[in-house]
């Protein structure tokens, strides 16, 4: 069964530091495009980050909202993507999901909450 499970959210003040996992099963990550996206309160679902797949060279990309601030990486071992965030602003306040494609496969996590607030 395929399954993305975020975590790692919370509330964090302005300037501070979180690290989201996005754990999956049923299938291996190194082998899909993998993206974290977010949805701010009254805002469209908008890519942050994504790496691709291993294949095509692990090669990656950024919202430039976010750009020198936030990291995506892969640990094959444990089938995990990881977005590293820094130098948090409050209007990075949202649901982060973790997405997985490849062709016309297309997972989705449920999301985890972050609030940057002071």
């Known amino acids: 069964q395929v399954q993305l499970v975020e975590s790692g959210g919370g509330l964090v003040q302005p300037g501070g530091s979180l690290r989201l996992s996005c754990a999956a099963s049923?299938?291996?990550?190194?082998?899909?495009?993998m993206s974290w996206y977010r949805q701010g309160p009254g805002k469209e679902r908008e890519r942050v980050a994504l790496i691709t797949s291993t294949s095509l060279g692990g090669i990656t990309s950024y919202a430039d909202s976010v750009k020198g601030r936030f990291t995506i990486s892969r640990d094959n071992a444990k089938n995990t993507v990881i977005l590293q965030m820094n130098s948090l602003k409050p209007e990075d306040t949202a649901v982060y999901y973790c997405?997985?494609?490849?062709?016309?496969?297309?997972?989705w996590g449920q999301g985890t909450q972050v609030t940057v607030s002071s």
């Open positions: 049923g299938f291996t990550v190194s082998s899909y495009v």
């Open positions: 997405k997985a494609l490849r062709g016309t496969l297309n997972y």
